[in-house]
């Protein structure tokens, strides 16, 4: 097993000290997996909190600090927090404003922060919550009853953060976050499949020359497999897909997601592709984005995210954040 690891069993909270290690401006919890950014609770503020399995780097706690999520909770490899950790990031940058949970798709996802925000509600504290639900691939997988919730995420930590960094209420900020879930669809490929570290093998069988499409971030199979397909037909495939159910009615963000094994020189690559089948369609892009932000360990492949936006949500994308691995502005 070729892994830059000790032992499985350690390897979340390994990663979690090399996460305080390297950005003392976060408050990491490595027993209770809570990540909080150092000033909270932030007067004035809702606060954002967000988690998910480990193994999606940098989601979740790698958008943890001013204009992105007010808290992390990293669950074990591919498997949802729990609402403990939930409650205690509440407990931790709850201002007097309320919490706003920020919730992927995927059955333990749901039912962890439904009862996660029971728990914080029992404190007094009031939370709101946004479902993200942007993948086109597949209605149900494995993990999901609906479609699954991936690249989105970041464009509604984004967004909802500038939101709630400027004061805006919890039924606002909430607000916000809901449109641009409602306005963003994705879709996956992946060209190799991601090894567990408690497995050590990979996690389903890609034969050699092939690609799967619509794939999900833990390997959920997708729409079909194929021989492998070249840069842009594989972006004429995605882009075309996204649009089809969502077609184009203004300006685009664009989100060319690494799967956290294909390196910038193929993502930039595939990125021109995007940009191409966009033009083609007559979709004008107003902002673009391109690395690994929405990962599934050393998967090779890549996703499409496009969020349609406004004059005001495009000013709330633009506004500044400072976050380990989302900063500008500041």
């Known amino acids: 097993m070729r892994m830059l690891i000790n032992v499985p069993e350690t390897v979340v909270a390994d990663a979690l000290r090399g996460l305080a290690a390297a950005h003392p401006d976060l408050n990491v919890d490595v027993e209770n997996r809570v990540i909080v950014r150092r000033d909270a609770p ?4 809702v606060a954002l909190i967000s988690g998910g399995g480990s193994g999606h780097e940098p989601l979740h706690g790698g958008f943890v600090g001013p204009g992105m999520l007010s808290a992390a909770c990293p669950g074990e490899v591919f498997t949802s927090p729990v609402p403990d950790q939930m409650a205690r990031a509440a407990a931790a940058v709850h201002s007097g404003s309320g919490v706003l949970f920020i919730v992927k798709n995927y059955t ?25 639900n942007d993948d086109v691939a597949v209605t149900d997988s494995l993990y999901t009853a609906g479609r699954r919730g991936t690249g989105a995420t970041l464009f509604v930590e984004k967004i909802a953060g ?3 960094a ?24 992946a060209l190799s499949a991601c090894t567990t570290p408690a497995k050590g093998s990979p996690t389903f069988d890609l034969p050699d020359g092939e690609l799967e499409l619509g794939i999900g971030i833990h390997g959920e199979p997708g729409r079909e497999r194929r021989p492998m397909m070249t840069s842009g037909e594989i972006a004429d495939f995605a882009v075309n897909a996204i649009l089809e159910d969502m077609p184009p009615r203004s300006p685009v963000l664009v989100l060319v997601n690494g799967m956290g094994a294909t390196p910038l020189l193929e993502l930039y690559g595939f990125n021109a592709e995007v940009q191409r089948v966009l033009r083609e369609r007559g979709v004008p892009v107003a902002r673009t984005l391109v690395g690994n932000y929405v990962t599934s360990l050393d998967m090779a492949g890549a996703s499409v995210t496009l969020c349609q936006v406004d004059e005001e949500l495009l000013r709330l994308w633009d506004a500044p954040v400072n976050t380990p691995a989302l900063r500008w502005g500041m």
């Open 108 to 132: 333990g996802d749901v039912l962890n922060f439904d009862m996660a925000a029971e728990l914080a509600e029992d404190e007094g504290i009031q939370v709101a919550k946004v479902l993200v």
């Open 166 to 189: 400027e004061g805006q209420p919890l039924e606002r900020v909430a607000a916000v976050g809901r449109q641009v879930n409602e306005n963003s669809r994705s879709f996956g490929v």
């Open 162 to 164: 500038a939101a709630a």
């Open 42 to 45: 932030v007067s004035g503020q």
